[in-house]
């Protein structure tokens, strides 16, 4: 992936080592400084057709605002997507409380109770879903689907807001209400509901303490998540609200899981509506995506993936895409020289596109997307 990084975007196709890095260091600061590495110019260059950035329910998005208004017909879309984890974090009174304020502030709604707090969530759902938004976001360690009354979470939120701790059956009650009404929000608008499961974060005590949270001190997690997950859908297929949906697992053991889950909650004439996501984060590389869609294969139906995601905040990350089209091909084309699937390859380059391009389009609606806004 690296050396993908630097043969694309730089023209570099040396091995990098200790005897090359100062060398490949010199050359690519130096190419940084022409306008063809602008973060425009580089999407343009990787014939990137839609981007989503990943923002707060509270944000402002005025720079959606301005791109949208200021976007030729020939760029790029750019869509904002909703990820609202802050709005469950009840285990952190004073965090909570404080973006409560700052969620009083974007949606205009004094937020004095939980039914004026959904009601503020709802309005800054509407706002993304004005500037294209298509889809949720929602990192969270393990499904949650516990049995609750609107009562106890009206109660559990007048209690944070006041300042006090709850216990963790508690906030897993309160987490479990915002999991569901964020689904049935993404159901009522046509969104995609995206959960990414299974990370283990900030183990390491000390160095939280000293650099915060997001620095390397995550791993893989191994909660239990078949029973809740499967709560989880089937409450929203009773009530007829659930969205199409993508689950991200973090760890590998959890892929056959998740592949026969998604067979559960199949239809309403929406091919492949829950979907296994992508290998991410520790898998997103060979054996890992290997992994993957050997599973997803076996146990579910590959002609529906939505195919690879670039999930980094870096605009020379692109070559992932590439690295996943290479793996899948290669996989594709070991099982025709070995008899496994047929030497048909019209059918198999229709599959390639499928996965790699137009299952992702339609899963998103991104075809539907506004081109244009005064």
């Given at each position: 992936?690296?050396?993908?990084?630097?043969?694309?975007y730089?023209?570099?196709d040396?091995?990098?080592?200790e005897?090359t890095?100062?060398?490949?260091?010199?050359?690519?600061?130096?190419a940084?400084?022409?306008p063809e590495?602008?973060?425009?110019?580089l999407?343009?260059g990787?014939?990137?057709?839609?981007?989503?950035?990943?923002?707060?329910?509270?944000d402002?998005?005025?720079?959606?605002k301005?791109?949208?208004?200021?976007?030729n017909?020939?760029?790029?879309?750019?869509c904002?997507?909703?990820r609202p984890?802050?709005?469950?974090?009840?285990?952190?009174?004073?965090?909570?409380?404080?973006?409560?304020q700052?969620l009083?502030?974007?949606?205009?709604?004094?937020i004095d109770?939980?039914?004026?707090?959904v009601?503020?969530?709802?309005?800054?759902?509407?706002?993304?879903?004005?500037?294209?938004?298509?889809?949720?976001?929602?990192?969270?360690?393990?499904?949650?689907a516990?049995?609750?009354?609107?009562?106890?979470?009206?109660?559990?939120?007048q209690?944070?807001?006041?300042?006090e701790s709850?216990?963790e059956?508690?906030?897993?009650?309160?987490?479990s209400?915002?999991?569901y009404?964020f689904a049935v929000?993404?159901?009522?608008?046509?969104?995609?509901?995206?959960?990414?499961?299974?990370?283990l974060?900030?183990?390491?005590?000390?160095g939280?303490?000293e650099?915060?949270?997001?620095?390397?001190?995550?791993s893989i997690g191994?909660?239990?998540?078949?029973?809740?997950?499967?709560?989880?859908?089937?409450?929203?297929?009773?009530?007829?609200?659930?969205?199409?949906?993508i689950?991200?697992?973090?760890?590998?053991?959890?892929n056959?899981?998740?592949?026969?889950m998604i067979g559960?909650?199949?239809?309403?004439?929406t091919?492949?509506?829950?979907?296994?996501?992508?290998a991410?984060?520790?898998?997103?590389?060979?054996e890992?995506?290997?992994?993957h869609?050997q599973t997803?294969?076996n146990?579910?139906?590959?002609?529906?993936f939505?195919?690879?995601?670039?999930?980094?905040?870096?605009?020379?990350?692109?070559?992932r895409?590439e690295?996943?089209?290479?793996t899948?091909?290669?996989?594709l084309?070991?099982?025709?020289?070995q008899?496994?699937?047929?030497?048909?390859?019209?059918m198999?380059?229709?599959l390639?596109?499928?996965?790699c391009?137009?299952?992702?389009?339609?899963?998103?609606?991104?075809?539907?997307l506004?081109?244009?806004?005064?």
């Open positions: 992936w690296t050396h993908l990084e630097l043969k694309r730089f023209g570099i040396t091995l990098l080592n005897d890095a100062e060398s490949v260091w010199d050359q690519t600061n130096e940084l400084q022409s590495f602008s973060t425009r110019s999407l343009a990787k014939k990137v057709v839609v981007i989503c950035t990943t923002d707060d329910a509270a402002s998005l005025e720079h959606h301005a791109y949208m208004s200021n976007r017909e020939e760029e790029l879309v750019m904002p997507t909703f984890d802050n709005a469950m974090k009840v285990e952190d009174p004073a965090a909570f409380k404080a973006y409560v700052s009083e502030a974007a949606s205009g709604v004094d109770d939980y039914d004026a707090f009601k503020a969530l709802r309005l800054r759902h509407d706002h993304f879903d004005t500037l294209g938004c298509r889809a949720s976001d929602h990192g969270i360690e393990e499904p949650y516990e049995p609750y009354t609107e009562k106890e979470v009206a109660e559990t939120f209690r944070v807001l006041r300042g709850v216990p059956s508690e906030a897993n009650k309160f987490k209400a915002m999991m009404e929000m993404d159901f009522e608008k046509g969104w995609t509901f995206q959960m990414h499961i299974g990370a974060r900030n183990n390491n005590t000390r939280f303490r650099l915060g949270a997001d620095k390397g001190f995550d191994d909660l239990q998540i078949a029973r809740p997950l499967s709560r989880f859908l089937d409450r929203l297929e009773i009530d007829n609200q659930l969205p199409r949906t689950i991200y697992n973090l760890n590998p053991a959890d056959a899981l998740i592949s026969t559960n909650f199949m239809g309403d004439g091919p492949g509506k829950v979907q296994h996501g992508p991410w984060w520790f898998h997103d590389q060979k890992g995506m290997e992994e869609l997803l294969s146990m579910s139906l590959l002609n529906r939505i195919g690879m995601v670039t999930d980094s905040r870096s605009f020379l990350s692109f070559p895409h690295y996943y089209r290479r899948l091909c290669n996989m084309g070991t099982d025709i020289e008899g496994i699937i047929p030497g048909d390859y019209d198999v380059g229709d390639v596109e499928r996965l391009y137009s299952n992702a389009i339609a899963h998103f609606s991104y075809q539907k506004p081109r244009s806004t005064s």
